[in-house]
């Protein structure tokens, strides 16, 4: 059931909303940015995300892949999502909610998400990397 999620970094200068259905399932990804993250990750399509601040104060962090902006607060440093522009495999832009930082997710409902496991570090982002203990 899809439901209207609020989230924002540590300090709050950087929030946001996202409906989303979290039964249909997350994600961990193993590439350099994720896995140094420690991303827990649910894809959210453009119209069903809104950024409540102001869009200054973000800052946006973009590193081997052109089409990604990793965003973080400069106050307090949080990653609290992505945005994936195209080309990407979706052939629309949509973004990347970082599930810590979502301010009123039940931890029971988070427990019983489904978690696909990404294997971005080999750009086969379809398959499943070997190893997913350490994601």
């Not at 929030?15 to 259905?21: E, G, K, T």
Request: hydrophobic share 40%.
């Amino acid at each position: 059931m899809q439901k209207t999620y609020f989230g924002s970094c540590a300090c709050g200068s950087v929030r946001f909303q996202a409906r989303f259905d979290l039964s249909k399932g997350t994600a961990k990804c193993n590439c350099t940015f994720c896995r140094k993250m420690r991303l827990w990750a649910v894809d959210v399509d453009a119209e069903s995300f809104t950024l409540l601040s102001s869009p200054t104060t973000l800052r946006d962090y973009q590193g081997g892949n052109a089409v990604a902006h990793h965003f973080f607060c400069p106050i307090c440093g949080i990653h609290p999502f992505d945005r994936i522009d195209t080309p990407n495999m979706k052939g629309a832009v949509y973004y990347n909610i970082a599930l810590s930082c979502l301010d009123d997710l039940d931890p029971a409902e988070l427990a019983a998400a489904p978690i696909a496991f990404c294997d971005g570090l080999n750009d086969a982002w379809d398959r499943t990397p070997a190893e997913t203990r350490h994601l």
